[in-house]
């Protein structure tokens, strides 16, 4: 099956890749595309579907590595904080 024949994840509208290729990046040892895709996830993903992808403990680690949108790292900066206080 060709990657184009695979269902590809909304948040990639603009990338040929599968959910597998996106799970096989976040597993993986390549720090530049790990950053990369978890930016995507956050910046791009519905809330509900970025826990499907990663946890938030690996979003803590990641996240000063994360390339996001001004408005979105406030947002996810806040959050963390919040849930670091419960």
């Not at 791009?44 to 996240?63: G, I, P």
């Not at 996001?68 to 963390?80: G, T, V």
């Amino acid at each position: 099956m060709k990657k184009s024949d695979s269902k590809r994840p909304y948040f990639l509208w603009d990338y040929d890749l599968t959910e597998e290729d996106v799970r096989k990046i976040l597993r993986g040892e390549n720090e530049t595309e790990k950053i990369w895709m978890m930016s995507r996830i956050l910046e791009s993903a519905s809330f509900d579907d970025v826990w499907k992808y990663v946890t938030l403990h690996e979003v803590r680690a990641m996240f000063p590595k994360l390339k996001l949108k001004r408005p979105i790292r406030e947002a996810w900066s806040y959050a963390l904080t919040v849930w670091s206080q419960s």
